[in-house]
């Protein structure tokens, strides 16, 4: 498929685009994991103990304790791509829309999805009566397993990009 | 913002020092499947290279995965097997550590991005 010197121009300024935004989120992530490694060793200082916060605490293969995720993340079908793709369809030959294995996942992003039926809070790992800190690098972490997820999907898009132009040498 | 749903999703793995890994496990992502494998490899000192590259093809390889999250400078050890690659999924996230910050000009996907600016493109 051929484009035309104006397409070929919107598809770089949106790659450049999704460059900006992807780096920008990459140092919003840089601030959010800097904050929850200062509340983690807050939390090691209040507490006294510095294995408190440790990878003693994480579940191993070798405990009984089935360990659930409490986030997954789900990949969701994007339908106004599905549209245009039924179009492109319709309007080419088939050749030219035959699609590849590893374009399979065109126009689709991550969703992150809550588990309602894991009922474990990792913050048990580290008692029962925790400090305010730990609370609070675990709302920063959170944050960043959002933002990593929001980052999974502009990348995605950027591959997207990338196999177009592609597609058009 | 996370939606609530009882259907299984796919997990994120992740790779990296251990207040990283504390951290986002801290965050709900954490699991060990009834295979006894778990989604997570601490990286510290005595971490060889070649059990950061086994721990990353693996994950590459289990259907259970859709994002893999790596500090860079964990990243930087194994490149060649980032580099190679190239599906979009799993993807593979470089994320900053506290103790090394986020160097665009190392993050693969960039480093692939930018080599797409060649003047043969920008001509024609």
């Given at each position: 498929m051929k484009f035309n010197k104006d397409k070929k121009d919107e598809l770089f300024i949106e790659r450049l685009e999704l460059m900006n935004s992807y780096i920008t989120q990459k140092y919003q992530l840089e601030t959010l994991i800097k904050s929850g490694c200062l509340h983690l060793a807050k939390t090691r200082y209040v507490d006294?103990?510095?294995?408190?916060?440790?990878?003693?605490?994480l579940p191993t293969s070798d405990s009984d304790k089935e360990t659930k995720a409490l986030y997954n993340v789900k990949l969701v079908e994007d339908d106004t791509v599905k549209d245009s793709e039924k179009e492109n369809v319709n309007n080419s030959n088939k050749k030219e829309t035959k699609k590849s294995s590893e374009n399979k996942h065109e126009g689709s992003h991550f969703e992150l999805i809550k588990q309602e039926?894991?009922?474990?809070?990792?913050?048990?790992w580290f008692g029962v009566l925790v400090s305010q800190s730990l609370r609070s690098a675990q709302t920063d972490f959170q944050r960043c397993i959002s933002l990593s997820v929001q980052i999974a999907n502009v990348q995605l898009k950027l591959k997207k990009l990338e196999d177009k132009l592609k597609e058009e040498r | 913002m996370a939606l609530h749903s009882a259907v299984k999703g796919k997990l994120l793995a992740v790779i990296g020092d251990e207040d990283t890994c504390v951290g986002f496990l801290l965050g709900g992502i954490g699991e060990i499947n009834k295979h006894r494998q778990p989604n997570f490899l601490v990286v510290d000192k005595n971490t060889s290279v070649s059990d950061i590259e086994e721990a990353f093809r693996k994950f590459i390889k289990r259907?259970?995965?859709d994002i893999i999250l790596i500090n860079q400078n964990v990243a930087e050890l194994i490149r060649h097997c980032i580099d190679d690659?190239?599906?979009?999924?799993?993807a593979v996230l470089e994320i900053p550590s506290k103790d090394h910050p986020y160097d665009a000009s190392k993050d693969s996907i960039l480093r692939r991005a930018k080599g797409m600016f060649n003047p043969e493109d920008i001509a024609a």
């Open positions: 006294r103990r510095p294995n408190y916060i440790s990878t003693l605490q039926d894991v009922k474990e809070n990792p913050l048990r | 259907d259970d995965v690659h190239t599906q979009p999924i799993p």
